[in-house]
């Protein structure tokens, strides 16, 4: 069976949630690390995804300049998991969304702590 290309943004070094998204993903063989910006200081978080084994070319400095090298690749990522403070949930998901990728969340009712803006956003990305 063919892996799926995983991509992540946030989860970075310390973070508490991206060692059990990225143990999850590894759990099943299904998934492939393919591509992050894990950390919102750019330099860190490429650092760090190249040494958890991500290709210089795919370790991006922020979620936009993920967006944008992956959106045009003939490889490109089959889905994302957006592992950001909340706050930030909305605008990251809708964004890939509108681009075409499948986006993995874990809140998907409640992104945004009670308004359920992530339902919002697949909504408006399904029209």
Sequence with gaps: MTKLKWGMIGGGEG???GPA????AQADGLFEFAAGAL???AEEGRDYARRLGISADRAYG???????GEKNRED???LVTVATPNATHFEITKAFLEAGFNVLMRKADDDD???????RARRQCDR
């Design 15 to 17: 973070s508490q949630i």
């Design 21 to 24: 998204h990225r143990l999850g």
């Design 39 to 41: 950390d919102h200081r």
């Design 62 to 68: 922020d979620w936009q300049e993920m967006l944008e």
């Design 76 to 78: 490109r990522i089959d």
């Design 113 to 119: 702590g009670g308004g359920g803006r992530g339902n």
